[in-house]
Each structure stands twice: as C-alpha cells, then as structure tokens.
C-alpha cells in the first residue's frame, strides 16, 4: 500500500540534537534551572502546561535572534536533505510534528521544504522573548495532534508512515499504519516502531521497499 503522507519528529530525527529546552538552557547557563523544571513535571509536581511557563519564562528578554542562531547551528542528520528531496521527486507531502517550540521548527521546516508544522508557540515582542509558550503539541500528546494531522490532509492511516526516536512518538507511532525508528533513544521505542534506521541516508532506500 503506497505512503501517501510522512510525519517526522523534528530533535533527534531531521536534526541531530534531541533537546532544544536543554540547549537553550546550556547556552544560558540556566542548566540546572532547566533540569529542575523537567524534574518538577516527571515527578508530578508541575503539569505540562507550567513545565513550558518556567521554561518560557527563564528566557524571557533574550533575543529572538540569538536563540534562531544557536538553533540553526546544530547539525541536520546526514540525510535530512536527501530524505525531503526524495519525498518530493515522489509526491508525497511531509508534515513536521514536535513538542519543541515554533522558533526552531518553522525554520526545520521552511529548510526542507515540509508542507506544514506543528509545535509549541514561544510568544515574543519586539524581537525580544515575553516569557509565555502556547502548547499545542505537549509531551506524550501526540496521538490526538495525528488524529487531526489525518482529519485535515483526509488520509488513510494504513498509507501513513511516522518517524520518530523517543517514548513520546509511541503515541505517534501508534495512529498509522507505518512507523519508522530513527536513532531511537530506547529498546522501547524500538520495539513499537514496524523497522529502525541510524539515520535518514537510507531513508528513501526504506521507503521504496514498503
């Protein structure tokens, strides 16, 4: 049954580092502010809502420009490029899904060409960070974010192939018929997703053997 629509997680999937939360906060010198937040939420302290107000609320005043820059200088996997260009060349759209934040996946997207996105919306003004993130996607809430993604594009989920790398794109994995593991973060992801691969090089090489 040919793919009719790809969606891929963004960190540690099309780019190489898994956590943009921790590389802003690294970049800040707000590490163990971040790790903080992240225990607080883990531990049933927080809800997901808050996790994302702190986060938001630690780079409040920080320029727009300086976090796109530090964003756009981690690495794309090796195929990323390769894997969108020959989703093209066959006609099928990609969609971006990622519970990271709008600054870095709109320019993922805009990148590699994907015919939409989804992420959660770090407010700013003036160039400047407010301090206040929206959460559309929030973590393990992908499932009903694919519900939609299938709802609007009108697709079959058995032509639907999903790639992802850690225990929150389960949910993901667990709405289409195909699910792809890329540098998959855990033998649990693994095991939910129908192959895994190092990375996108032979992405395409996969696709045109379903």
């Given at each position: 049954?040919?793919?009719?629509?790809?969606?891929?997680?963004?960190?540690?999937?099309?780019?190489?580092?898994?956590?943009?939360?921790?590389?802003?906060?690294?970049?800040?010198?707000?590490?163990?502010?971040?790790?903080?937040?992240?225990?607080?939420?883990?531990?049933?302290?927080?809800?997901?809502?808050?996790?994302?107000?702190?986060?938001?609320?630690?780079?409040?005043?920080?320029?727009?420009?300086?976090?796109?820059?530090?964003?756009?200088?981690?690495?794309?996997?090796?195929?990323?490029?390769?894997?969108?260009?020959?989703?093209?060349?066959?006609?099928?759209?990609?969609?971006?899904?990622?519970?990271?934040?709008?600054?870095?996946?709109?320019?993922?997207?805009?990148?590699?060409?994907?015919?939409?996105?989804?992420?959660?919306?770090?407010?700013?003004?003036?160039?400047?960070?407010?301090?206040?993130?929206?959460?559309?996607?929030?973590?393990?809430?992908?499932?009903p974010v694919v519900r939609d993604i299938l709802r609007r594009w009108r697709v079959d989920p058995a032509r639907v192939l999903a790639v992802g790398d850690s225990e929150v794109d389960i949910?993901?994995?667990?709405?289409?018929?195909?699910?792809?593991?890329v540098r998959p973060r855990s033998e649990t992801v693994s095991r939910a997703a129908d192959a895994t691969l190092p990375d996108l090089t032979d992405f395409i090489t996969f696709l045109d053997?379903?």
């Amino acid at each position: 049954m040919p793919i009719e629509l790809v969606i891929f997680d963004v960190d540690g999937v099309l780019k190489q580092v898994a956590d943009p939360y921790t590389l802003l906060h690294r970049h800040f010198g707000l590490a163990d502010q971040g790790r903080q937040h992240f225990q607080a939420f883990r531990q049933g302290h927080i809800t997901y809502f808050e996790f994302a107000q702190l986060d938001a609320w630690a780079w409040r005043g920080r320029s727009v420009a300086e976090i796109k820059r530090v964003l756009r200088s981690t690495p794309y996997d090796p195929g990323a490029f390769q894997a969108a260009q020959g989703l093209k060349d066959r006609g099928i759209p990609f969609v971006l899904l990622s519970s990271g934040f709008d600054l870095h996946v709109e320019d993922v997207a805009a990148d590699l060409g994907a015919a939409e996105w989804y992420a959660n919306i770090l407010h700013q003004d003036g160039g400047r960070i407010v301090g206040r993130m929206t959460v559309r996607v929030p973590f393990g809430g992908k499932g009903p974010v694919v519900r939609d993604i299938l709802r609007r594009w009108r697709v079959d989920p058995a032509r639907v192939l999903a790639v992802g790398d850690s225990e929150v794109d389960i949910r993901m994995f667990e709405q289409v018929g195909h699910a792809l593991a890329v540098r998959p973060r855990s033998e649990t992801v693994s095991r939910a997703a129908d192959a895994t691969l190092p990375d996108l090089t032979d992405f395409i090489t996969f696709l045109d053997s379903m």
